[in-house]
């Protein structure tokens, strides 16, 4: 439960991030926010995604560990080595949200400043500036590749091992309770990444402004009510 502790932890401080504050603008008359209320959710809210992302994909070689090499489970998957990959994934994801925070608040601003959003998300901000953003969007789609295109490919490798372990269980028995320990998590990446693909690798003049508002309402608040749902079910 160490890993799924973590995740627990990164969906209640994401849903924290957002969620206060997207009520307490729906609740002005002029539904705006302070800029520098943006930056805060910009960078703790794609943080905290960024470090789900990889959150994820070392859950998926723990359940890899746990099917495919059972009796060295304990020697594979040590306290140490748990505590280094929970590291990593927040570590990672919080540097990468400073990186893309800072190289999106320098662009100047056009216009009204006004989004018309739910969340302060990059790809939103980007859309505002005044100059040339190729580099931005590149930076973007790079970061975008790490953690969400590496990730979901180490988990895809993961989960068709463990499918080829599972087939070569010969009793039924044994193979829904190899299958019932990866399925509360397939389910989750399915959720998750399907949603964050959705936002930051869709080109974005094919993306209408509602579908955006909804994927960002999506997986910033709903996935991770239903995260807790998903496991207390399995269990």
Not at 153 to 170: D, E, N, P
Not at 177 to 190: P, Q, R, W, Y
Request: hydrophobic share 50%; with cysteine; charged share 10%.
């Amino acid at each position: 439960y160490f890993f799924l502790s973590n995740l627990s932890c990164v969906d209640i401080c994401l849903t924290t991030s957002v969620a206060p504050q997207l009520l307490v603008t729906m609740n002005k008359k002029d539904k705006t926010m302070s800029y520098g209320g943006c930056v805060a959710q910009l960078y703790v809210a794609m943080g905290l995604g960024s470090s789900e992302c990889i959150l994820l994909a070392v859950m998926a070689y723990d359940r890899y560990a746990a099917v495919c090499q059972p009796l060295h489970y304990t020697t594979i998957m040590h306290p140490q080595l748990c505590a280094s990959l929970a590291s990593i994934a927040w570590l990672s994801g919080l540097i990468t949200s400073l990186i893309q925070c800072s190289l999106t608040v320098q662009l100047p601003l056009c216009g009204h400043h006004k989004l018309d959003h739910i969340v302060c998300e990059v790809p939103v901000l980007i859309k505002l500036a005044c100059v040339d953003t190729t580099f931005n969007e590149v930076e973007l789609f790079v970061a975008s590749v790490v953690f969400l295109i590496v990730p979901m490919s180490l988990i895809l490798v993961s989960y068709g091992f463990i499918t080829q372990a599972i087939l070569r269980i010969k009793l039924a028995a044994g193979r829904r309770k190899a299958f019932g320990t990866c399925s509360s998590h397939l389910v989750v990446v399915i959720i998750f990444y399907g949603t964050i693909i959705f936002m930051y690798l869709q080109p974005a003049k094919s993306s209408s402004k509602n579908q955006g508002k909804f994927v960002s309402l999506f997986y910033t608040i709903v996935t991770p009510l239903l995260n807790p749902l998903i496991y207390t079910l399995r269990n």
